[in-house]
């Protein structure tokens, strides 16, 4: 390989659910990308390769959605960026690494949508669950249809929150070791959420998150009154995080990172240096520089340029 990438370049990442995904579909890309280079060596072991390329943006993303096509039937995620003007030769690539995380919870972090979850022990599952995904798909206004699904829960007892927590709460695998190794590495993680803060605090704490921001439920004499205490943190609250995290940490819009699946996301991912869609609703999923659907949040690491062997060990 030779000592510098020609400019402009972009980095194709190839991330796998499992070992051996991205060796399974390295010569569907020598095919399509003839003039690529290895970043980083591919084996049978490798879950995440990267190649790179010069390329005009208009052929770069063409490229892409060739090959995505031809890749459909394998469970990989593609993904190109541009390469940050900086970096020009491979002792450069750790340039990519982000200082700044902002990551939704609900069906990101968590397997769940909290609300949903309160919902089924409510016996209202059905009714809220609906809203969730019209809201998440971006057909309804955030505020209101958080209002109107946290109404059928008036009455229901704090108990009801710690039994979801406990029992019906798992966390999306790769999630402590994504946390970990960016503060390993100097990065400042949080986590922003439209759910409720009795979730976002436990979580964070647990997964290891820096600091944690979301709604608090309006709680009377041990039972939850149907409201919320505003303001409430939706789809504005959270680009308004991102800006001021990165403010406060002195940071560059290219040093950001953020990453949800709902239609309430998409400010924070689209004004992020990279913003990236997981196992998100279309409408996120089109307007995102990158987009997971098979890999777990450990892919995040990989599309920054880190390898396995700068994973921080988690228990």
């Given at each position: 390989?030779?000592?510098?990438?020609?400019a402009?370049?972009?980095?194709l990442t190839?991330?796998?659910?499992?070992?051996g995904?991205?060796?399974?579909?390295?010569e569907?890309?020598?095919?399509?990308?003839?003039?690529?280079?290895?970043?980083?060596?591919?084996d049978?072991?490798?879950?995440?390769?990267?190649?790179?390329?010069p390329?005009?943006?208009?052929?770069?993303?063409a490229?892409?959605?060739?090959?995505?096509?031809?890749?459909k039937?394998?469970?990989?995620?593609?993904?190109?960026?541009?390469?940050?003007?900086a970096?020009?030769?491979p002792?450069?690539?750790?340039?990519?690494?982000?200082?700044?995380?902002?990551?939704?919870?609900?069906?990101?972090?968590?397997?769940?949508?909290?609300?949903?979850?309160?919902?089924v022990?409510?016996?209202?599952?059905?009714?809220?669950?609906?809203i969730?995904?019209?809201a998440?798909?971006?057909?309804?206004?955030?505020?209101?249809?958080?209002?109107?699904?946290?109404?059928?829960?008036?009455?229901?007892?704090?108990?009801?929150?710690?039994?979801?927590?406990?029992?019906?709460?798992?966390?999306?695998?790769?999630?402590?070791?994504?946390?970990?190794?960016?503060?390993?590495?100097?990065?400042?993680?949080?986590?922003?959420?439209?759910?409720?803060?009795?979730?976002?605090?436990?979580?964070?704490?647990?997964?290891?998150?820096?600091?944690?921001?979301?709604?608090?439920?309006?709680?009377?004499?041990?039972?939850?009154?149907?409201?919320?205490?505003?303001?409430?943190?939706?789809?504005?609250?959270?680009?308004?995080?991102?800006?001021?995290?990165?403010?406060?940490?002195?940071l560059?819009?290219?040093?950001?990172l953020?990453?949800?699946?709902?239609?309430?996301?998409?400010?924070?991912?689209?004004?992020?240096g990279?913003?990236?869609?997981?196992?998100?609703?279309p409408?996120?999923?089109?307007?995102?520089?990158?987009?997971?659907?098979?890999?777990?949040?450990t892919?995040?690491?990989?599309?920054?340029?880190?390898?396995d062997?700068?994973?921080?060990?988690t228990?």
């Open positions: 390989m030779h000592d510098a990438f020609a402009p370049a972009f980095v190839a991330i796998g659910h499992e070992a995904s991205a060796h399974a579909c390295g569907l890309i020598a095919q399509h990308l003839p003039e690529a280079r290895w970043h980083r060596p591919l049978e072991r490798e879950r995440a390769a990267e190649w790179i390329f390329d005009d943006p208009r052929e770069a993303c490229r892409l959605a060739s090959l995505r096509d031809a890749t039937t394998l469970p990989i995620d593609l993904n190109l960026q541009a390469l940050p003007a970096v020009r030769t002792a450069d690539m750790a340039m990519r690494r982000k200082r700044l995380l902002v990551a939704d919870m609900d069906s990101t972090i968590i397997n769940q949508e909290c609300i949903d979850e309160i919902a022990v409510a016996g209202v599952g059905a009714r809220v669950a609906a969730t995904e019209r998440m798909r971006g057909e309804l206004d955030f505020e209101a249809a958080l209002n109107e699904r946290v109404a059928l829960l008036t009455g229901l007892p704090v108990s009801t929150l710690h039994d979801v927590f406990d029992n019906r709460i798992t966390l999306m695998a790769g999630a402590t070791t994504l946390i970990a190794t960016m503060k390993a590495h100097g990065a400042l993680c949080a986590l922003v959420s439209g759910g409720f803060t009795f979730f976002t605090s436990r979580i964070a704490a647990k997964v290891g998150f820096d600091t944690n921001r979301a709604n608090t439920l309006e709680i009377v004499d041990g039972a939850l009154t149907g409201q919320v205490t505003p303001p409430i943190l939706g789809r504005a609250a959270k680009l308004e995080a991102l800006q001021a995290l990165s403010d406060a940490q002195g560059t819009r290219d040093q950001t953020a990453v949800g699946d709902g239609a309430n996301d998409l400010a924070m991912i689209e004004a992020a990279l913003g990236i869609a997981y196992r998100a609703k409408i996120v999923a089109a307007k995102a520089d990158a987009a997971i659907n098979h890999g777990d949040l892919a995040l690491l990989y599309l920054q340029g880190y390898r062997a700068d994973f921080a060990l228990a």
